[in-house]
């Protein structure tokens, strides 16, 4: 059974840090391109950062340069650096596995103040 189980949300002021992390669990994690997206209030979920099995990375044009995502294969871990939070960040995070069917987990809320 395929478990993806994100944590590291919180509530920061602008210009702040914070890092996000994805464990999973129930399939070979090695195998597949990992993403992270996020949804705020009354907007469509959007991709942030894509991370391919083989290490590659894309980015939304609205976090590059402040957003880095990562993966621990061995851990089967994949962590989103999120550095000078802006308010427009504010939104639930879900960690997303690109298998046959897309996989999700259940998200965690990150908050930025102004």
């Known amino acids: 059974q395929v478990q993806l189980v994100e944590s590291g949300g919180g509530l920061v002021q602008a210009g702040e840090s914070l890092r996000l992390s994805c464990a999973a669990s129930g399939y070979i994690f090695s195998k597949y391109d990992m993403g992270w997206y996020r949804q705020a209030p009354g907007k469509q979920r959007e991709l942030v950062a894509l991370i391919r099995s083989g290490g590659s990375t894309n980015y939304a044009d609205s976090v590059k340069g402040r957003f880095t995502v990562s993966r621990d294969n061995a851990k089967n871990t994949m962590t989103l650096q999120m550095n000078s939070l802006k308010p427009e960040d504010t939104a639930v995070y879900y960690c997303?596995?690109?298998?046959?069917?897309?996989?999700w987990g259940k998200g965690t809320q990150v908050t930025v103040s102004s």
């Open positions: 997303a596995a690109f298998r046959t069917v897309t996989s």
